[in-house]
């Protein structure tokens, strides 16, 4: 029998573990985590060893199909036929070049991570020149975290750093304990961490997984995280005075003079923001190195600094009057504020390999929870502020940038631009990166999904559906007219109501995707094409290792996925297969220089047009380019993953930016009055309300109709660590712990509050939002805030091609209202805090 | 959307630079053109011929390209005869006869 252990990647969901898998006989029989590699440390969750399960899935397409049934929707049967893969891609090609002199009408859903699928979707979109590039899966989570992080941090995303901190607050996020990235790496850390003694203190509607490891749970009412932050900002600032005044000096925008305008006090001529010297007691811009002490208190030139302002507005948050609003006990909060606030231990230092630096040994996570809401953007970014008055961003202790500079295998690095503040994020790819700051003009749209009208934003595909009903109003004279898709399923998960996904989606005249198996994105298709399983496939990136590693000093790595057995007959690579699409329309060349610049691949090594490749090849070139001749994709199938150390400067980048965090968001002034003008040409009503260069709550819809006795349960979602983007649904050993868990399938419920409506554990309710009713069974549970139901995962199958996972739970999304009045004007976030009714 | 002006006036035969500008990304669609051909002086820059594109296509275009502070923003990549103008000296780059590509790319997501 022959035998051999693989190394490779895994991909059963974006994060990419190193993994070793036993094959014999050309049968995959075993997985394991890769102890060399540093994204997981050897480690694996149960999706990774699941992984098997999902390769021999007799429910995976293998053939291209087409519908025999020209009607669309979410119930009906779409007739498949297989046919060729030329039929296919003939189909397909000729159905773009219909397109191709208005290229606009391509939407282009792009979402899978797992590979280089993603960047090669986007590619050929680009090169065919379409606006709708759809490159995120959820119609919440990273709509404010990288905008804000890119602009406070520098990189993609934030961790705290387990290697130092001692005081740790989770604000709707399970870090290291139930999700996010790099995440079998940062779980070892966090065991580690609160081995050591790091008090986690998890602040949540739901008391989660990482509720169950943490110090201390604190329930809080969905959609009021600013009031929190705010509250937690005036009693350190004003209460308590704990704040790292050198940091907001010299390393933030706090010192700037702000006018009774709102805006900068500059220096005419250069345009450039001043300061008030308190050493000299002169009026300099911000950038003169004469400038010792910039002041933060006091006045100057007929400004205040901009940290005065601050302090001034969260005093309008004393914790007895957040108490009525986040249901967190004043007591409770001037606690935690003192604890955090001591533990920072602002204006300590340690040394790493001889450099010393900021000391600041606490820090506020904060992930998808505070995004998802009408003001998402200003729910979550004065949680970042909670860091920044500390100083405690980008040093030992604090918050992480993730993967924001590097210098090996190239040199990327974060930048300050206009008016001194951080302004270019650093990312190993040279590509644009989601960012807030500085923002885009708004101008009358031309793009379907209003992206003009949201000039801080990056993230656009939530208005898609809400645009597709009324497509006048927005003086669009055109629709979308095809859709290319990534197997991801981003009809439960990238949108809210089904219904108004339904009708968007029927509005495309053709619909062409990728399918691991029939889910309920793929029964709108005209044409499916199939999708390997990761153990089948070749990629480049093979994870998120390049956007969300582990922070710290520990080595970052490079890793490439390769084949460990042979994929079905017929089956093709993805990337070969969007190759041969862009060579039938000509783009070709188009698209290689895309993807050169992408992968920084230079002759020898770039693409050359008129050329097609096996994808093997271009990993090869792509390999050779980075690492060196000696590391090509032979030493990659050998060895699976290379390590790059980490020096102390890439692992804490603070005390080297040169540049500014904003304490103040001065330009949210000025692009709020763009759009106002914008907005009255096009006699729009629009809300500008989140225009502000200081936060404040302001309700969801949710919150008030609580008040007004219209709903008297808000619905949130939470993440399982099985079942926690993946492609795992269908797989029977992910099922079998999802109907063991009680907290997979049910819904929780308060259990006083579930008594009192006369609802036992384990009943059948109905759970009724505004936008639809579904049938549940309850789990009652104290491990929840009173007010909310807890709805985990992304179930409600009901595809024929899904039979394992068909009727089982609840899909979240499809209970959200979907309009403008429940989308984050900033940030475009979906409202995910929901008003429902349960019953029996 | 204004159509850019194929000559300038002021330039003579045999003394001008003759620039094709190909566009990708958000643009071919913004301008619903894949590419065009422009003749500058002689010496002139990306700068310059960015200049002129602003002109011809007007706000549209120079709102998508520029942020507030006059900078190309950071989605918008331009090649000078295949190569990155960053490694060229940016907008100060020289065209010669060159071939240009303007490429507006969507912002690189996640979550």
């Not at chain 1, 007895?320 to 909060?333: N, Q, S």
């Amino acid at each position: 029998m022959a035998s051999k252990w693989v190394p490779t990647a895994c991909g059963m969901c974006y994060v990419g573990c190193g993994i070793r898998v036993l094959v014999e006989d050309g049968v995959a029989v075993s997985i394991e985590g890769d102890p060399n590699n540093p994204q997981n440390q050897g480690v694996m969750c149960a999706k990774g060893k699941a992984g098997i399960m999902n390769l021999y899935n007799p429910h995976r397409i293998k053939v291209p199909l087409k519908r025999t049934n020209p009607k669309r929707g979410l119930h009906e049967d779409p007739g498949w036929k297989e046919i060729s893969w030329d039929e296919a891609l003939t189909t397909i090609a000729a159905k773009l070049d219909g397109i191709r002199d208005d290229p606009k009408k391509l939407y282009v859903q792009a979402w899978e991570v797992t590979g280089d699928c993603f960047y090669w979707l986007l590619a050929l979109g680009s090169a065919f020149g379409t606006p709708h590039l759809m490159g995120n899966a959820s119609a919440t989570c990273g709509k404010v975290i990288h905008p804000v992080e890119f602009f406070s941090g520098g990189g993609f995303h934030q961790q705290p750093d387990l290697h130092y901190c001692n005081y740790c607050i989770l604000i709707g996020t399970q870090f290291g304990l139930g999700a996010r990235g790099a995440f079998n790496h940062i779980t070892l850390d966090m065991a580690e961490a609160r081995a050591r003694g790091m008090k986690v203190v998890v602040i949540d509607p739901v008391g989660s997984y990482a509720a169950s490891k943490a110090n201390e749970w604190i329930p809080i009412r969905p959609g009021t995280d600013t009031a929190f932050a705010l509250s937690m900002l005036h009693v350190l600032l004003n209460e308590l005075g704990i704040y790292d005044a050198r940091f907001l000096k010299h390393k933030t925008n706090a010192p700037y003079l702000v006018g009774s305008n709102g805006r900068y006090i500059r220096e005419p001529g250069s345009g450039k923001p001043l300061v008030f010297d308190a050493t000299d007691q002169r009026v300099k811009t911000h950038d003169d190195p004469t400038a010792s002490d910039p002041a933060i208190t006091g006045a100057g030139e007929g400004g205040r600094p901009a940290f005065e302002l601050l302090r001034e507005h969260v005093a309008k948050y004393p914790p007895e009057k957040t108490e009525e609003i986040t249901t967190i006990p004043a007591a409770t909060l001037r606690r935690l504020a003192q604890e955090f606030g001591e533990a920072a231990s602002v204006g300590a230092t340690m040394t790493i390999d001889g450099v010393t630096l900021p000391y600041r040994p606490a820090c506020v996570d904060w992930a998808k929870g505070p995004q998802g809401h009408k003001h998402g953007f200003h729910q979550s970014w004065p949680l970042k502020l909670l860091n920044i008055v500390m100083g405690a961003v980008n040093v030992p202790g604090g918050i992480l940038s993730t993967a924001a500079a590097g210098k090996r295998p190239h040199r990327w690095w974060p930048e300050g631009g206009t008016d001194g503040l951080l302004e270019e994020g650093g990312h190993v790819l040279p590509l644009p990166h989601p960012k807030a700051f500085p923002g885009r003009t708004p101008t009358k749209p031309f793009r379907m999904d209003l992206a003009e009208l949201f000039p801080l934003a990056p993230h656009f595909h939530t208005l898609l559906p809400i645009t597709c009903q009324d497509r006048e109003r927005y003086g669009l004279s055109y629709g979308i007219e095809m859709m290319l898709h990534a197997p991801t399923n981003s009809l439960l998960g990238s949108f809210g109501d089904l219904k108004m996904v339904e009708s968007f989606y029927q509005s495309i005249p053709f619909i062409a995707g990728f399918a691991v198996e029939i889910n309920e994105t793929n029964l709108f298709d005209d044409i499916v094409l199939p999708f390997p399983s990761y153990l089948e496939r070749s990629d480049f990136v093979a994870g998120t290792n390049l956007l969300i590693p582990h922070c710290g000093k520990d080595d970052w790595l490079w890793q490439i996925r390769q084949s460990v057995v042979e994929p079905p007959a017929g089956m093709r690579q993805p990337q070969e297969v969007i190759m041969e699409i862009a060579d039938r329309l000509g783009l070709l060349g188009d698209f290689y220089r895309l993807l050169n610049h992408a992968f920084r691949l230079k002759e020898p090594y770039a693409l050359q047009p008129g050329q097609r490749y096996p994808i093997t090849e271009v990993i090869d070139r792509m390999a050779r380019s980075w690492f060196g001749e000696e590391h090509d994709l032979g030493w990659f199938r050998e060895h699976g993953v290379i390590r790059i150390p980490r020096d102390v400067e890439e692992a804490y980048i603070g005390p080297f930016l040169e540049a500014r965090l904003p304490i103040y968001l001065e330009h949210f002034l000025q692009r709020g009055e763009e759009l106002k003008e914008v907005i009255s040409q096009m006699g729009l009503e629009w809300d500008l309300s989140d225009y502000r260069p200081l936060s404040d709550w302001m309700p969801c819809p949710s919150y008030n109709a609580i008040r007004n006795g219209r709903y008297d349960l808000i619905a949130v979602h939470y993440k399982l660590p099985y079942v926690y983007g993946s492609f795992g649904n269908e797989n029977p050993w992910i099922n079998e712990i999802c109907e063991r868990t009680p907290y997979a399938y049910n819904v929780l419920v308060n259990e006083d509050v579930a008594k009192a409506k006369g609802i036992s554990d384990g009943d059948e309710v109905w759970l009724e939002s505004p936008a639809t009713k579904v049938r549940a069974k309850a789990k009652l549970t104290q491990c929840i805030h009173p007010q909310v139901v807890g709805v985990a995962g992304h179930f409600g199958h009901w595809s024929p091609g899904m039979p394992i996972a068909r009727g089982k739970g609840i899909n979240f999304n499809s209970l959200l209202p979907t309009d403008l009045e429940h989308i984050d004007k900033i940030s475009t976030a979906l409202d995910h805090c929901v008003e429902v009714r349960l019953y029996k | 959307m204004a159509q850019p002006n194929q000559e300038e006036n002021f330039m003579e035969e045999g003394n001008v630079a003759i620039i094709n500008v190909k566009f990708m990304g958000d643009l071919r669609a913004l301008l619903q053109q894949r590419a065009i051909t422009l003749a500058l002086p002689p010496g002139s820059t990306v700068g310059d011929l960015f200049a002129s594109l602003c002109n011809s296509y007007g706000e549209p275009f120079t709102s998508r390209v520029f942020s507030g502070s006059g900078a190309l923003q950071h989605y918008i990549l331009v090649f000078l005869d295949g190569q990155n103008i960053k490694e060229l000296g940016g907008l100060g780059a020289r065209l010669g006869n060159g071939e240009v590509e303007i490429v507006m790319l969507p912002m690189f997501e996640g979550g």
